[in-house]
């Protein structure tokens, strides 16, 4: 029997209040988290916008207990995961793989190389794809094979998304009934779904297919809930001044108490373990924008965190995957292959270089423009929405 390994793949975030700025550092340095159309550009507007947001998501921070709980929710997800899946026969290492913080996805692929793992099932734990989510660690995970090819197992397969899964949409809708049936007349009360948000070019532009996944899960699990309540998709966390998918959360919110909804269950629907979004976003921020516009009763369906149904799904997506016939990185790319990735490189998943095609007298002019932005405050970047 081979040796099999799983490889869960998730955001990560800071343990503790001076690992926010490194933290956002990394997070801006990704170009699936800002397109830009040249890389040169792409540490030094890292720089620049983690060190003027620092403060503010470190404050954020600190009303959650001074950092994140993804690794901790995360790595305890991969032992439950490991001992149901021992359960059911299949033995086999679990490995989690960062893709800001740590444990790093570049120390997973390490561990895994050392194990002589033969059978790799890569799960990011993001139900619906996204570029700036699951489709980054892919393209870090492609990078990192292709420089050092001795570290890629003998055979891996991907599994690109899954909010279709039937014991997710089971726990999901499990989840928000808990939170129904508290409510003074449970059927009357509006199930909020609330999306982490993308700029809207990511799926205009660019072909993301997380809004259309997004909003399929969403009647998926309405429908596994089957219960008459009005529900409403909205979008939370826009960072930035530029067009994120609509609606917001705090106008959708806004809205609901003005058409005098009283009682509201949120789901946060894109992630699946309690972080920053959920406790501080949602049970803080929401909250009081709720309750200032007359919704009184505000409950949160909790994250699915360690639910057995949960892990179940999990292990049903784990067991699937080593039966069926391998789903390759590069197939993940040509399912989605209107998806441009790195605006850098032309629009394509491939890694041919554009940069080298810009020549160094536009590059100069261009730092020099950039120097004299981040200086006065006016520029291109502040007009297109790069920079507040
Ligand atoms: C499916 C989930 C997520 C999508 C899509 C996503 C896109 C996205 N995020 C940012 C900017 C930030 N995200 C931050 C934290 C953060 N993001 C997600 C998930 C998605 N992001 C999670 C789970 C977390 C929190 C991790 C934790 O610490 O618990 C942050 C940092 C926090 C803050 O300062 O608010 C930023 C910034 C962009 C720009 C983006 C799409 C382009
Ligand atoms: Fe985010
Ligand atoms: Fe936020």
Redesign the pocket.
Known sequence: MSRVGVLLLN????DKLEDVGPF?YN?FSDPE??RLPFRWLQKPLAWFIASR?TK??QA?YKQIGGG???RRITEAQGEALKQKLGDLGQEVNIYVGMRYWHPYTEEAIAQIAQDKIEQLVILPL?P?F?I??SGSSFRLLEKLWREQPELQPTDYTVIPSWYKQPSYLQVMAELIAQELDQCPNPDEAHIFFSA?G??KS?VEEAGDP?EQEIEECTALIMQTLNRPNLYTLAYQ?R?GPVEWLQPYTEDALQQLGAQGVKDLVVVPI??VSE???TLQEIDIEYREIAEDVGIHNFRRAAAPNTHPVFIQALAELVIESVEKPSFKLSQAAQMKKKVKMYPQENWEWGMTTSAEVWNGRIAMLGFIALMIELVTGHGLLHLIGLLQ
Do not use: A, C, D, K
């Open positions: 955001l990560g975030g800071p956002l997070l988290i800002i947001r503010t998501s954020n994140s709980p993804l993001y619906q996204s700036s989510t982490h993308v700029p990511y997380y966390s960072v894109s992630f972080h920053i979004e």
